[in-house]
């Protein structure tokens, strides 16, 4: 059976939390955090969170976009 491509969410801060928003039926909520990098995925669900334009443009700036 072939699978769809992961769900990707814009967000605007490095560090997120992710339950495989299902409700009863996602997982068990874990915070996550990029790093470095500008996208860290969910080791549960494949959900890929991504830093928005702005956010990536002010981590460039040397302006805090942590947490």
């Keep these: 059976m072939a699978t769809g491509p992961p769900e990707i969410v814009v967000v605007n801060r490095t ?4 339950d495989g928003s299902g ?7 874990v915070y996550l955090e ?7 995925e969910c080791g549960y669900c494949d959900r890929r969170f991504a830093l928005s334009a702005e956010a990536r443009a002010a981590r460039a700036r040397g302006e805090a976009v942590d947490h």
């Design 34 to 40: 990029m790093g470095e990098q500008d996208f860290v």
């Design 15 to 18: 560090r997120v939390a992710c």
């Design 23 to 29: 409700g009863a039926l996602g997982h068990p909520k």
